[in-house]
């Protein structure tokens, strides 16, 4: 009796940190499978049997109808895996002088929201003014496709709507006053009978109005769709249509409604652009900078592993197998947001590697003078609860400080540009997830692993 008693005892006394351990080894697996790198030979020999195949850490799923695609590659920038760079020159001259500064960077501004619309993370986009010649200066890492590039960001992407008169193809067309200004949103959809991806209109109050009392006039009559001047679809006007809503169908892929959904959401551009230099670029630093960068790093985390374990034991070993998750942690979350990696970038990570430790120490250091008072258990629970205090304060100054680098509300008075950025998305992230695993993780494995001394 007295012994399924301690065992009862023990037993409850373990489950809350033993399922959180658990649950820390399931989310590490998950992490290390999505790190894996992008291909990994499989060879197997099972008697007659021989397996051969590339395994990729991605996800394929076909459930019905639904398709699932999602690759988890690292995406690096332009300094480690090139990318596309090209110079728009904007046509200011029938402006007035003190509306040109502004013009540019309104172009600017569309440019770079149609960029990241596109779905390219930390692209470079800014301004040049030299010799009476206004121009943007667009770098997209990992973009070697410049045509398509180009296409999107210098388009103007003109909607129109008209009414067509007389029958095709020999109908006179009559514009309306219904366009691209008075649109809402536009989205990706796909046409309920031919299940084709088609484009929706959702236009503004104004916009919807006026749409109303178009189709009220053109029951029974086709109204055209026009963008950039060609008639992408004319359907037939079936009833009154109120609430601002439409739909583009047409022949189009996936791709192409993406593609116009961007150019539509982005606006239009406010004075005319043209591209007068393209190029592919490879990358700046080259390989052996990089490999060199990667050595680096290694070695400086062998260091910060040793020293762990030369000064505090196995409370190090433990402070280690925490770093190594952090690491697993990083890069799997590197893969899941992307998070475009550039040289500044990889130098954050390593700046927060050495960082993930500064918890361990802080508790570590704490826990040898607790554990002169009172019981190994208790001293562990009060050296992470008077370690706290100290931890949060430094990582909340280093977070506030990655913030003012990072800019994500983009004020005019912080000049951000997209490497400094990239430093801090990888720095905040970072301090994060080592928070994360420096309190959570090994705290809970502290709890399975260290004993009381007998």
């Given at each position: 009796?007295i012994?399924r008693?301690?065992f009862?005892?023990l037993m409850?006394?373990?489950?809350?940190?033993a399922?959180?351990?658990?649950?820390?080894?399931?989310?590490?697996?998950?992490?290390?499978?999505i790190s894996?790198?992008?291909?990994?030979?499989l060879?197997?020999?099972?008697?007659?049997?021989?397996?051969e195949k590339?395994?990729r850490?991605?996800?394929?799923?076909q459930?019905?109808?639904?398709t699932?695609?999602?690759?988890?590659?690292?995406?690096?920038?332009l300094?480690?895996?090139g990318?596309?760079?090209?110079v728009f020159e904007t046509?200011?001259?029938?402006?007035p002088?003190?509306?040109?500064?502004?013009?540019?960077?309104?172009?600017?501004?569309v440019i770079?929201k149609r960029?990241?619309?596109f779905?390219?993370?930390?692209p470079i986009v800014?301004?040049s003014?030299f010799?009476?010649?206004d121009?943007?200066i667009?770098?997209?890492?990992?973009?070697?496709d410049?045509?398509s590039?180009?296409d999107?960001?210098?388009?103007?992407?003109?909607l129109n709507?008209a009414?067509?008169?007389?029958?095709?193809?020999?109908?006179i067309v009559?514009?309306?006053?219904?366009?691209g200004?008075?649109l809402?949103?536009a989205?990706v959809?796909?046409d309920?009978k031919?299940?084709?991806?088609?484009?929706s209109?959702?236009?503004?109050?104004?916009?919807g109005?006026?749409f109303?009392?178009?189709?009220?006039?053109n029951?029974?009559?086709?109204?055209?769709?026009?963008?950039?001047?060609?008639?992408?679809?004319?359907p037939?006007?079936?009833?009154?249509?109120?609430?601002?809503?439409?739909q583009i169908?047409?022949?189009?892929?996936v791709?192409?409604a993406?593609?116009?959904?961007?150019?539509?959401?982005?606006?239009?551009?406010p004075?005319?652009?043209k591209?007068?230099e393209?190029?592919t670029?490879?990358?700046?630093?080259?390989?052996?900078?990089?490999?060199?960068?990667?050595?680096?790093?290694?070695?400086?985390?062998i260091?910060?592993l040793?020293?762990?374990?030369?000064?505090?034991g196995k409370l190090?070993?433990?402070?280690d197998?925490g770093?190594i998750?952090?690491?697993l942690?990083?890069?799997?979350?590197?893969k899941?947001i992307?998070v475009?990696?550039?040289?500044?970038?990889?130098?954050?990570?390593?700046l927060?590697?050495?960082?993930?430790?500064?918890?361990n120490?802080?508790?570590?250091?704490r826990?040898k003078?607790?554990?002169?008072r009172?019981?190994?258990?208790?001293?562990?629970?009060?050296s992470?609860?008077?370690?706290?205090?100290?931890?949060?304060?430094?990582?909340?100054?280093?977070?506030i400080?990655?913030l003012?680098?990072w800019n994500?509300?983009?004020?005019s008075?912080l000049?951000?540009s997209?490497?400094?950025?990239?430093?801090?998305?990888?720095?905040?992230?970072?301090?994060?997830?080592?928070l994360?695993?420096?309190?959570v993780?090994?705290?809970?494995?502290?709890?399975?692993?260290?004993?009381?001394?007998?």
């Open positions: 009796m012994k008693s301690w009862h005892s409850l006394r373990m489950s809350s940190p399922k959180k351990v658990i649950f820390i080894f399931l989310l590490t697996l998950a992490a290390a499978i894996m790198p992008k291909q990994i030979p060879n197997l020999q099972l008697g007659k049997y021989k397996i590339l395994v850490p991605d996800i394929n799923l459930i019905g109808k639904l699932i695609k999602r690759n988890f590659d690292l995406k690096l920038g300094d480690l895996a990318g596309s760079h090209l046509d200011t001259s029938k402006l002088a003190d509306k040109k500064k502004d013009a540019l960077n309104s172009v600017r501004n770079e960029v990241n619309l779905g390219v993370s930390e800014q301004t003014s010799g009476g010649k121009r943007i667009v770098e997209l890492p990992g973009i070697k410049t045509k590039a180009t999107l960001i210098g388009r103007v992407a003109e709507f009414e067509l008169k007389e029958a095709l193809p020999s109908a009559v514009p309306t006053d219904l366009s200004a008075d809402q949103t989205r959809s796909f309920n031919t299940g084709k991806p088609s484009v209109l959702q236009f503004t109050k104004e916009g109005d006026k109303a009392k178009i189709t009220e006039k029951i029974g009559q086709p109204l055209a769709i026009i963008l950039d001047g060609q008639p992408v679809s004319a037939i006007v079936q009833e009154k249509i109120t609430g601002g809503q439409a169908t047409g022949n189009f892929t791709e192409e993406q593609n116009l959904v961007i150019q539509l959401n982005a606006g239009a551009l004075v005319p652009v591209l007068v393209e190029r670029v490879g990358a700046t630093l080259g390989g052996e900078s990089i490999a060199r960068s990667i050595i680096a790093g290694a070695v400086g985390l260091m910060v040793s020293f762990m374990v030369l000064a505090y190090g070993l433990i402070a197998l770093l998750i952090f690491s942690l990083t890069l799997a979350l590197y899941i992307p475009t990696l550039t040289l500044p970038g990889i130098a954050g990570f390593f927060t590697v050495g960082m993930a430790v500064d918890s120490i802080l508790i570590f250091e826990f003078e607790e554990r002169r009172r019981p190994i258990p208790d001293a562990l629970e009060v992470f609860g008077r370690a706290w205090d100290s931890i949060r304060d430094a990582n909340i100054a280093t977070i400080t990655g003012i680098l994500p509300l983009d004020f008075f000049n951000s997209g490497p400094v950025r990239g430093f801090a998305i990888t720095l905040i992230l970072g301090i994060l997830i080592s994360f695993t420096g309190v993780v090994s705290r809970n494995l502290l709890r399975l692993l260290v004993k009381e001394k007998k």
